[in-house]
């Protein structure tokens, strides 16, 4: 069959450079699972040096002609692609609560969202990694007092540990993106609970970073918070200057404050 043509409206761009595949593969540290998932695999550039290692690997893939192609040319593959799409899918038809990895080389247009259904399964994914966009890769991985320091980077650090581990010029991929790559890695925390409601920590988080150049004493009105609590100096603060665990505290502050999530 011929190689996949890439669709504009699935975000495809086929990385054509089989040593950043190989990069990428070698990001997987195989410690406390025996499979792995990738996500949007298109031509197996990266799934080839995934199924040379040792551990069970998946592939989720919406576009057809891709299906089609890995079925043809992938035949360690056989029964082991899934024709859906990875934001609807019940993984666990799959998985049924086994840990896993995800890697992949990740469509531009949903990559955030992949972020936050993998944080939905964090208790069975202690390990992701893959290709962004430069500029969301470095969200995720960004600390507090910088612009680019948002909800993804809240979110994702309260549950792992984030690296940046190298960028990827445009030339390396069919067609190429007008913006550069990143990729990085999260590593699940071996304590990944949090001591407050995971509920209401997300919805603090998010009615933050809504109005972001507010203080927190404007930005969360809407949490109804009593006016003993909005006089903590923490109020004073815009949500960019608060690190993941001044987050995790205020959240704990408005929980004893009544506030359900």
Not at 58 to 82: A, M, Q, R
Not at 168 to 181: A, G, L, Q, Y
Request: charged share 30%; net charge neutral; proline share 4%.
């Amino acid at each position: 069959m011929e190689k996949v043509k890439a669709k504009k409206h699935l975000g495809q761009h086929f990385l054509k450079d089989e040593s950043i595949a190989k990069a990428i593969a070698d990001t997987l540290s195989l410690k406390g699972y025996n499979e792995v998932l990738e996500i949007g695999p298109g031509m197996g550039v990266l799934t080839k040096y995934l199924l040379d290692k040792p551990i069970n690997t998946h592939v989720i893939e919406i576009d057809t002609e891709s299906v089609v192609y890995l079925g043809e040319n992938y035949p360690k593959l056989k029964d082991k692609i899934i024709s859906q799409d990875f934001l609807k899918y019940n993984i666990n038809e799959v998985y049924e609560n086994k840990q896993f990895a995800i890697i992949g080389n990740f469509p531009y247009n949903i990559s955030t969202q992949i972020v936050f259904r993998t944080l939905e399964f964090k208790h069975q994914i202690p390990e992701f990694s893959g290709m962004f966009q430069k500029e969301v890769a470095e969200r995720i991985c960004e600390k507090k007092g910088s612009k680019a320091y948002g909800i993804l980077s809240v979110l994702a650090q309260a549950f792992y540990d984030t690296e940046y581990l190298f960028t990827v010029d445009e030339n390396v991929f069919i067609p190429p993106p007008k913006v550069k790559s990143g990729v990085m890695k999260m590593t699940r925390k071996e304590d990944y609970s949090l001591p407050c409601g995971e509920r209401l920590f997300f919805t603090v988080v998010k009615t933050a970073f809504q109005q972001r150049r507010k203080t927190l004493r404007n930005s969360l009105k809407t949490l109804n918070l009593s006016d003993k609590l909005r006089e903590d100096i923490i109020f004073d603060k815009r949500p960019e200057q608060l690190s993941v665990d001044e987050f995790i505290v205020l959240t704990q502050k408005i929980e004893a404050d009544g506030v359900q999530s």
